[in-house]
């Protein structure tokens, strides 16, 4: 399959191996952005492969892993009322709130209803006026565009039992709040490509020059991730931290026009509260005041409580890069995909569930 089978060549994986581990004169700490990128890198050996020229750092780039646990709360509690169907992408489900979950919730009599678009949220509105359905707008700016679409949909059919529940978060001021921490070891990052391919990646070049860190716009196959590797090495070898793009037939410079102005239209960057990292200047996102009227806090206001996980679960040091999920106790014992105690357990994305699915031969604590 174009643009598939190239990026999963085997023998040009070998070669770049070769390449990268003959260049690196160390072992260079690199921070994978994102989940996917997590998951892949686990699936085909990569981490291993490279053991002596990289050390990987899983990022926190998974939405659903740092998604506020007040957030989730208030989700469960809007679907909990009589008149609310709360809509929601079905990986949001399972992650747990202070007590419960929306799949748990649901069992118990929640109106929760996992969607493949927002725009599906809209036609549920418009087809049950006697209820409010609310979407729990959740993702970076991946999903940011359809969240936004729903918005503007819903404005033309005049609804006004729509709403959303904003919890988006925005990659890049997470990875300069990750280069701001005190005990950061990141050397050089692998930007999410799919962030890029919707926000573009010029914005990356103060980041480089501010923190003199390289950043490589990176996919998702194997080939993908050890071109944006070795790009990375090469860099620090050399001394120099610029943006490189390694993921030219999707992610461009400037991006998406189309959706970058839809998401300027509805939303506005704000601070935001990430899951298990605290807060993130600028981290998340808002609907402008001329489309607070969308608002689902207006239904039900979201708690000013943070709460943190609970009992053994390290998730904000798994988040943060400074835990590999095999070092977390509870690992394989107490948690496990079918019995997560945190997010990165949960997720399809976390980086606890990709140890689990990719690395079956490690120890599993007692
Ligand atoms: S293995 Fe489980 S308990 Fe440990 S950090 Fe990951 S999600 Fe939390």
């Known amino acids: 399959m174009k643009y598939l089978d190239e990026f999963r060549d085997p023998d040009l994986a070998l070669r770049l191996i070769d390449s990268i581990r003959n260049t690196a004169s160390r072992r260079w700490p690199i921070m994978e952005v994102c989940g996917g990128q997590t998951h892949s890198l686990l699936r085909h050996g990569i981490d291993a492969a490279l053991h002596d020229a990289v050390e990987l750092i899983h990022g926190p780039g998974c939405p659903v892993c740092v998604t506020n ?53 809209v036609l549920l509105a418009e087809k049950h006026p006697d209820r409010n359905v609310v979407m729990f707008a959740v993702g970076f700016e991946t999903t940011a565009p359809a969240t936004a679409l729903a918005v503007l949909h819903a404005a033309r059919r005049n609804l006004t039992n729509f709403s959303l529940l904003v919890a988006h978060v925005r990659v890049q001021p997470a990875m300069e709040a990750i280069l ?90 704000c601070d935001s509260e990430w899951r298990g990292v605290g807060l993130v200047r600028n981290g998340g996102l808002r609907l402008k005041p001329q489309w607070r009227r969308f608002d689902a806090a207006l239904l039900e206001p979201v708690a000013e409580l943070t709460v943190l996980d609970a009992g053994p679960c390290r998730a904000g040091d798994v988040l943060c890069g400074r835990l590999k999920p095999p070092d977390c106790e509870a690992f394989g014992s107490r948690c496990t995909p079918d019995a997560p105690l945190g997010t990165p357990m949960v997720s399809s994305e976390g980086a606890c569930a990709a140890y689990y699915r990719h690395q079956p031969e490690l120890p599993r604590h007692v």
């Open 180 to 269: 701001d921490a005190p005990d950061n070891r990141v050397a050089a990052f692998l930007a999410a490509g799919h962030v890029c391919t919707v926000v573009g990646y010029a914005s990356y070049d103060a980041l480089c020059r501010r923190y003199h860190v390289p950043v490589v716009v990176t996919g998702f196959e194997p080939v993908d991730l050890l071109l944006g590797l070795q790009a990375c090495v090469q860099q620090l070898e050399s001394g120099q931290a610029y943006v490189d793009n390694c993921y030219g037939r999707s992610a461009q410079r400037d991006g998406n026009s189309q959706a970058l102005n839809v998401i300027d239209e509805v939303y506005e960057a």
């Open 69 to 121: 646990m007040a957030v989730i709360d208030q989700a469960i509690r809007l679907a909990s009322r009589p008149d609310v169907v709360l809509c929601c992408f079905g990986d949001m489900m399972r992650v747990p709130g202070s007590t419960t979950s929306l799949a748990a919730a649901r069992a118990a009599g929640a109106k929760v209803r996992a969607v493949y678009s927002p725009l599906d949220a």
